[in-house]
């Protein structure tokens, strides 16, 4: 569910329309799945550049530009509905019509118009739009399944942020974006989620820019930098009792995610710092913020919290191995 709903969030804002339903939605979702198993797998090349030919053996390449062609002819069908003006509202949202540009005609308009300043080709809109993708689905439903996660096994701490929120939200049926600023105690979840459990684990590779040497090793220009998020947040030199799910560590300190603090770095930092930090984050506080104003939530069966499977698997981004399977009672107004 939290798969579905981050991908429609994201199609909104990128294509104006969500694709959850029918043949094209279906296509859609088992591409964007296949695509990020393929990000998250080894690639020999990469690391041996002249075991390269291995790629070929095993069927890496191969199922590499099936989805490549695959992802272009989707594009380019979105992209030709757009310019031809046919970008109709289908399934559940046909009687709806969305009045506000999304991401991709704003591009369209760019190309067209040349307001940029220089020409942006069909190629590069689209690998902008397999971008947003890549970095805003995987990684955004992830930290809601987390959360969840160590809400359930932390009762105290769930009892915590409903208070906050019901409290917060007052009469509403729902929590609103305004409401989240108010919200430090779900944002003090969020951060300590983030450390325990960054989406991307090793971040996006950097590369060194000279020569430089770092307590005593020599690192040529070039060399590609990996950066552990995963290990830096269980750092028992920067936190105690790391292994710990404590958000209130965060309640009296000014530890950011925005790439300042180099101790909890889930979105990067600098240049390369992820572009749609605060896109994610309206998501995530939302969505969590109304599940829990909402719901009581139990383990099913019984389920004891001690027996709730952590095991991590492994990939691009970090997922629960086992997703899990939660009961939600509504709350009575």
């Known amino acids: 569910m939290f798969s579905s709903l981050t991908n429609n969030v994201l199609c909104r804002a990128a294509f104006g329309r969500k694709y959850s339903g029918g043949e094209s939605g279906r296509k859609f979702k088992e591409l964007l799945r296949e695509f990020m198993v393929l990000l998250g797998a080894l690639d020999v090349g990469d690391l ?25 002819k989707f594009m380019d069908e979105i ?34 118009d040349n307001l940029a300043g220089f020409s942006i080709d069909t190629v590069s809109i689209k690998a902008l739009m397999l971008d947003m993708f890549a970095g805003g689905t995987d990684t ?8 969840m996660t160590q809400l359930l096994r932390h009762p105290r701490i769930m009892k915590e942020l409903q208070n906050e929120v ?15 600023d108010k919200m430090q105690y779900l944002k003090a979840v969020f951060k300590e989620i983030f450390r325990l459990h960054p989406p991307i684990p090793l971040l996006v590779p950097r590369a060194s820019t000279q020569d430089v040497r770092i307590k005593g090793y020599d690192i040529s220009a070039g060399t590609m930098v990996i950066t552990n998020a ?46 749609g930090t605060s896109f994610a984050m ?16 139990s383990l099913p069966g019984g389920t004891r919290v001690e027996d709730l499977d952590m095991t991590e698997c492994t990939g691009i981004t970090i997922h629960r191995k086992i997703h899990l399977l939660a009961l939600a009672t509504p709350v009575s107004s």
Request: proline fraction near 4%; include cysteine; glycine fraction near 6%.
């Open 166 to 180: 019901r409290r917060i939200a007052n009469s509403k049926s729902y929590v609103k974006e305004e409401d989240l």
């Open 282 to 297: 309206a998501t995530n506080e939302l969505v969590l913020a109304n599940l829990v104003h909402m719901f009581d939530w």
């Open 79 to 112: 992209i030709e509905e757009h310019l031809n003006g046919r970008n109709r509202e289908r399934g559940d949202l046909s009687a709806e019509r969305e009045t506000r540009k999304n991401f991709l005609e704003v591009l369209l308009e760019f190309q067209r």
């Open 140 to 147: 955004t439903y992830t930290v809601l399944e987390w959360a």
């Open 230 to 275: 995963w290990a830096i947040g269980r750092d028992p030199a920067t936190w105690e009792e790391p292994e710990e799910f404590r958000p209130e560590r965060f309640l009296n300190n000014s530890i950011d995610f925005k790439g300042h603090d180099f101790e909890l770095i889930p979105f990067g930092a600098g240049r390369r710092g992820c572009p």
């Open 48 to 72: 041996i550049p002249w075991l390269s030919w291995i790629n070929f053996v095993n069927g890496f390449n191969a199922q590499v530009e099936k989805v490549a062609k695959e992802f272009d």
